[in-house]
DNA sequence: GTCTATATTCCGATAGAC
DNA sequence: GTCTATCGGAATATAGAC
């Protein structure tokens, strides 16, 4: 694993976990063993840095997505729960929700990234809501676009509840939104 | 208005504005036409502004619950929603993911204020499916307590979300929870 | 690529005058 | 209650040696 790349996945980590505008170049210098002023040679400014985070979740979007291509609705929808499932085991929370928080203290070339990356999620989503329901295995009461933010925002937000209210309802959830999904 | 609630009032503001790590005394000041140090008059410090800042809405939630409760289920639900209504109105978003997503980094006292708020909440969406279903007019596929977990989380991340995706989904999200809910 | 050293800015907080 | 002045700390970022 290069530095740079290593830089890249505890500054995601650290986003995940104490939010954006609260971590910083020491947080990772201090877990990778070095100093603050060599993270800087890889990234001129935290928000470069920022960037290049969300540059590399897009392509694991899209990886996840192209590798689930041939899959069945449902299988496509476990494929997208999988994302939440792997953050909840860390404890940590979405990157789109910790930075929709932030977002009005963004660069704009940071913020437009995250657009970019909510939309791109969205999209996906609602064509495998949409599929599902004209293959007649989803049953919807909504457009396909509003039941697909109704899934990502129960996931999103999950992880961000369930840090307070202690229990273990996230799985639950997932199931019940697959119960009340099944025609 | 007090000077004093003034300040409550704009660092709630902040909060849901930028989030609680990326505002300042200053922004208050520069509000409110003092100086910085004048904060510290009636604040001695963040944490404390933070905590008088979570009292204020626990009481604003408390108000609310108890003037509804000789309501009908529907109309409960109704006034739940109108927290969230207003806070999309102005382009904000909620006070609970604003600080679920710090919440790593807030002083102890401030999460237990944090966490005590989002149980309360809960606490009441929960009673309201619950009086709902006993009276036959909410069809449930869960528990009340995951029913109301997926309708806060549904709340409390679209106001994240659509801040990105730019829609006017809030709304029809809003209506389709209720066309599922009623039996 | 990583280091030391440093410049700069900002923030939370305190002291003391009015 | 608000002010001026200031302290101490932390963060982003740069310069230049190795």
Redesign the interface.
């Known amino acids: 694993m290069s530095t740079r790349s290593e830089i890249i996945r505890i500054g995601d980590e650290l986003i995940r ?3 954006y ?2 971590f910083s170049f020491y947080d990772i210098a201090k877990a990778l063993g070095i100093k603050n002023a060599s993270i800087h040679y890889h990234f001129p400014t935290k928000v470069a840095l920022g960037i290049a985070v969300l540059d590399e979740q897009m392509a694991a979007l899209e990886a996840l997505i192209e590798k689930g291509v041939q899959k069945e609705p449902l299988d496509k929808l476990k494929d997208f729960f999988s994302i939440y499932i792997k953050i909840e085991a860390e404890g940590k ?1 979405c990157i ?3 930075l ?6 963004l660069d704009v070339l940071l913020a437009a990234k ?2 970019e990356f ?2 791109r999620t ?1 999209e996906w989503v609602t064509d495998i809501v949409k599929e599902g329901h004209e293959k007649g295995v989803f049953r919807l ?3 396909p ?3 697909a ?2 899934i ?3 996931m ?3 992880l ?2 369930t ?5 273990q ?1 996230f799985n ?2 997932k199931d ?2 697959i ?2 999904l099944k025609a």
């Open positions: 976990d104490k939010g505008n609260a929370i789109v929700g910790s929709a928080s932030d977002l009005h203290t995250l657009k909510a939309n969205l009461s909504s457009t676009r509003d039941k933010l109704m990502i925002t129960n999103l937000a999950s961000q509840l840090r307070l209210t202690g229990g309802d639950t959830i019940t939104i119960k009340e």
